[in-house]
């Protein structure tokens, strides 16, 4: 299928498809041009900014029921249009087809999620001190809600906060990857089609702005946006989280991860491989969940570098729209050249590096695909210790188990983990509080891939924030502490006197 089919497909207004110049959105496939976007001017993002706030004024007083009725449309039409929204990711990432079909299905699945979560936006009763008073918890709408989204999952970090947000009764600016308009130009596209068949919503409760970091800047700014959620490099979180806080703004930070996986002694071999491979290697280690340091006991090393170096020379390599092709691109040249520069570093810190080197399917030249590589060292490096968002897999070894845990541990970042064992003990004690000290620790399976029921996110330079499920609803929401007398006297609290006559 052509480029420009898809791009049709999955509905990417033509008008995108025939301005000359702004933002250009390319396929990292064969790295052509697929079009040029319109960017938002500062006075556009400013009026952008100002409908949202004028929209959360009515959008706030619509009952939260209600307001999940639309995100159940939204998501009936994402349903329907799925394998093109699918193919659109695929166009525009690089990550394989299936995997392009399962992001959409993310953003589904957190459209029911909200629905059900719009008749369950609990408070608390409390009981009083005070004789005749009672004491509540509510939440209320917050405002507008900027989300900055980052390149790599282009709809579904979108749905993830737009969906809640949005049934909590507030509004939202969603200031997509510069390197992913389409994606989102699509998406919003269908949420503006539902929004006119549906009285309640106010135009204006969602907003898309185009452009680059000044763009994010420009909302992380603005008073009238009380919650930044940012997804992206740890880079951008330390630059934006301070600009937030500044104004004394909320923001939910979903940054970067070095992620680790410990295999034990009792592991079952050929499942952790399959779990490894795929979280290492599976889109083209693009995820911030993907799988980089591999921590081996040492008595199992042996075995397992030639069963992941077979793999890993097996793995089909080529366009993300081929059924058969298990690993797609690079998103650009510059993913391409940090990679090469982690290697680099890797051989001089003693490392054997397997892989790794660029390979060009036919005809599809001017696209960054290589083949994952893995690093073997005795012990961690300093490079190891950074994300580089590529697939490369380091593999050190380890003696005893709270040894692999230091291992773990060792990073600046705390995303994801995982342990793949059968001993009982080693499970519970890598899940405990002296265990893993991620936002995501998994038994038996890899740290990439999350359900949408679970909350998402991350300690330590990962930023700290959670969303989609659990109770994540709450970042959107304000929480009010209410206090009700109903009786005709007035004690204080604390049995404070203050006789008024
Ligand atoms: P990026 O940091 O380059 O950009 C992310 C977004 O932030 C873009 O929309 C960009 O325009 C904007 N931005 C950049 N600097 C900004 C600033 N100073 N102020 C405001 N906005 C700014 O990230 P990327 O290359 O698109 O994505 C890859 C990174 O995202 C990886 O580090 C990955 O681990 C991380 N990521 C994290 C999660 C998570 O949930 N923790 C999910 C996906 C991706």
Redesign the pocket.
């Known amino acids: 299928m052509n480029f420009r089919a898809i791009m049709q497909e999955a509905g990417v207004p033509p008008a995108a498809a025939h301005v000359t110049s702004g933002l250009e959105a390319h396929t990292p496939i064969d790295g052509s041009t697929l079009t040029y976007v319109p960017v938002d001017s500062p006075a556009a993002i400013e009026s952008k900014i100002r409908a949202s706030a004028e929209a959360f004024l009515t959008w706030r007083t619509v009952p939260a029921p209600v307001r999940g009725e639309m995100l159940r449309r939204f998501a009936r039409r994402v349903r329907r249009d799925k394998q093109a929204l699918g193919r659109l990711i695929s166009l525009e990432t690089g990550k394989i087809l299936s995997e392009g079909l399962g992001e959409v299905q993310e953003v589904i699945d957190i459209c029911d999620f909200a629905v059900g979560q719009s008749r369950q936006l609990y408070g608390l009763t409390i009981a009083s001190e005070r004789p005749g008073h009672h004491l509540l918890e509510r939440w209320h709408p917050l405002g507008p809600v900027g989300v ?6 282009p709809m579904a ?1 979108w749905a993830w906060n737009a969906a809640l947000a949005l049934v909590c009764g507030d509004t939202v600016l969603w ?5 992913t308009p389409l994606c989102a130009l699509a998406l919003h596209r269908i949420l503006n089609e539902v929004m006119g068949d549906f009285p309640p919503a106010h135009p204006g409760i969602s907003q898309l702005i185009i452009g ?2 000044e763009a ?2 420009q909302l ?1 700014d603005h008073a009238a946006v009380p919650l930044i959620s ?7 979180g330390r ?2 989280g301070p600009r937030v806080a500044a104004r004394f703004g909320r923001t939910l930070l ?4 070095n992620n680790a996986a410990i295999v034990t002694p009792s592991a079952d071999l050929a499942l952790s491989l399959r779990a490894i491979v795929f979280a290492a290697a599976g889109t083209a280690g693009q995820r ?1 969940t993907s799988l980089r340091r591999l921590i081996v006991h040492r008595t199992l090393a042996a075995q397992m570098k030639p069963m992941l170096r077979r793999a890993y020379a097996s793995l089909p390599i080529g366009s993300p729209l081929e059924r058969e092709t298990l690993v797609g691109p690079l998103i650009d040249a510059g993913a391409f050249v940090r990679m090469q520069s982690a290697l680099a570093a890797a051989r001089e810190a003693g490392a054997t590096v397997t892989g790794g080197e660029r390979t060009v399917p036919p005809g599809l030249e001017g696209g960054y695909y290589v083949r994952p590589a893995l690093v073997e060292a005795e012990q961690p490096f300093e490079s190891m210790r950074e ?1 580089t ?1 590529a697939p490369i897999l380091y593999i050190v070894p380890y003696d005893s188990f709270d040894e692999a845990i230091a291992l773990q541990n060792e990073v600046r970042q705390g ?1 994801s983990s995982a342990i793949f064992t059968t001993n009982m003990l080693e499970a519970e004690s890598f899940l405990s509080a002296t265990g893993s000290d991620c936002g995501i620790a998994n038994v038996n399976t890899g740290p990439s891939g999350a359900e949408i029921g679970g909350a ?3 300690e330590k330079e ?1 930023g700290g924030g959670r969303e989609s499920g659990s109770d994540s609803w709450k970042v959107y929401m304000r929480r009010q502490t209410q206090t009700v007398n109903y009786s005709s006297a007035m004690p204080l609290a604390q049995g404070v006197q203050f006789p008024v006559e």
């Open positions: 900055i989204t980052a390149f790599n999952f970090v200031k997509p990857s510069e390197k680059r970091r994010g800047e992380a940012a997804t992206g490099s740890t880079a951008m630059a934006l979903e940054l970067g991860g911030c994300e968002f995303l998402f996110g991350g990962t």
